[in-house]
């Protein structure tokens, strides 16, 4: 005679501290993230795992303590870590201006970015700049903070993708925006 084994899955539960002088709400499927530096809000759609605030505490718990929910556990702290520490402090990347054969003038301003002289052309390249992104043009650097990390580095990759040139061999023509610091990690 077997004996059958009973598999019961216990529920998993992760619990993020937060920092002196930061707060956090959640309301069903949202979270916001206040701090000294600013705010982020994001939405987590999931109906295996629920979202909730203690004092000094985001509580992450599961249903289940199946093998999917503790990925997607992992996967939303990994989250929830960013918002916490743009709130604190945001989140910078850098990039650099590259003008080899025509002299680029750059420029932000009401929240849009305008690259003239890019290789010559006269109609200048206009990017509208995302909501919560702050960026600062300094001699031949731009700099893109922002509370949130995502916004960040798609308003950096954006910028990045104004000024590409299919067709063209990038050994040659370097001329460009191009990242050179994912919030404090060095690119080559």
Same mark, same amino acid.
């Given at each position: 005679m077997r004996k059958e084994k009973s598999i019961r899955k216990e529920k998993i539960i992760k619990e993020i501290e937060l920092p002196e002088g930061t707060s956090a709400s959640a309301n069903d499927y949202a979270l916001l993230v206040k #701090?000294?530096?600013g705010e982020a809000k994001r939405e987590f759609k999931?109906?295996?795992v629920s979202i909730?605030?203690?004092d000094k505490k985001i509580i992450l718990e599961s249903k289940s303590g199946a093998k999917e929910d503790k990925k997607i556990i992992g996967s939303l702290a990994a989250h929830i870590k960013n918002m916490v520490r743009g709130s604190q402090q945001k989140h910078v990347y850098t990039l650099k201006i590259c003008s080899g054969h025509f002299p680029m003038n750059v420029g932000a301003s009401n929240n849009k970015l305008t690259v003239k002289n890019f290789l010559g052309e006269k109609v200048p390249r206009v990017l509208q700049l995302k909501e919560g992104a702050d960026v600062k043009v300094? #001699?031949?650097l731009i700099y893109v903070e922002s509370a949130n990390k995502e916004?960040? #580095?798609q308003v950096s990759a954006d910028i990045e993708q104004l000024t590409r040139r299919p067709g063209y061999d990038t050994r040659i023509f370097q001329d460009g925006?191009?990242?050179i610091n994912k919030d404090g990690k060095e690119l080559k």
């Amino acid at each position: 005679m077997r004996k059958e084994k009973s598999i019961r899955k216990e529920k998993i539960i992760k619990e993020i501290e937060l920092p002196e002088g930061t707060s956090a709400s959640a309301n069903d499927y949202a979270l916001l993230v206040k #701090g000294p530096k600013g705010e982020a809000k994001r939405e987590f759609k999931l109906r295996n795992v629920s979202i909730k605030t203690d004092d000094k505490k985001i509580i992450l718990e599961s249903k289940s303590g199946a093998k999917e929910d503790k990925k997607i556990i992992g996967s939303l702290a990994a989250h929830i870590k960013n918002m916490v520490r743009g709130s604190q402090q945001k989140h910078v990347y850098t990039l650099k201006i590259c003008s080899g054969h025509f002299p680029m003038n750059v420029g932000a301003s009401n929240n849009k970015l305008t690259v003239k002289n890019f290789l010559g052309e006269k109609v200048p390249r206009v990017l509208q700049l995302k909501e919560g992104a702050d960026v600062k043009v300094e #001699g031949d650097l731009i700099y893109v903070e922002s509370a949130n990390k995502e916004i960040a #580095g798609q308003v950096s990759a954006d910028i990045e993708q104004l000024t590409r040139r299919p067709g063209y061999d990038t050994r040659i023509f370097q001329d460009g925006i191009y990242i050179i610091n994912k919030d404090g990690k060095e690119l080559k």
